[in-house]
């Protein structure tokens, strides 16, 4: 998601946030994955989405943010907001970050 008030043709690292925490992702450089429309989540987002799946769930009947498809299987609800994040997207996302030697993602900031 985009701070109110981006200027769309000049979007600058601190005007993206994090979907699930409203946090300046990109601004802090923070590790983050990118999702479908923009959306994004952080690595302390996915951090407490990935814990999460393993206590198990509910499903959503709501598109997950980040790839927009509704799926009958747990969705992770962000701390901040409505967002959601599909088990599959935590799955992809976790195994995006986890490729990275930049940073250890699995240790929030």
Known sequence: ???????????????????????????DDAPCVEGHHGSIICGGCLTLAFAALAQG????SE????CLEVRDEYAW??????????RRCIKQAAGALHKSTDWDWSKPK
């Open 77 to 86: 609800h962000g701390t901040q907001t409505e967002a959601h994040i599909c």
């Open 63 to 66: 598109p997950c943010t980040m």
């Open 1 to 27: 998601m985009r701070r109110e008030g981006t200027n769309p043709d000049d979007v600058q690292p601190e005007d993206v946030l994090c979907d699930f925490c409203h946090k300046a992702a990109w601004a």
């Open 57 to 60: 769930g509910a499903g959503s």
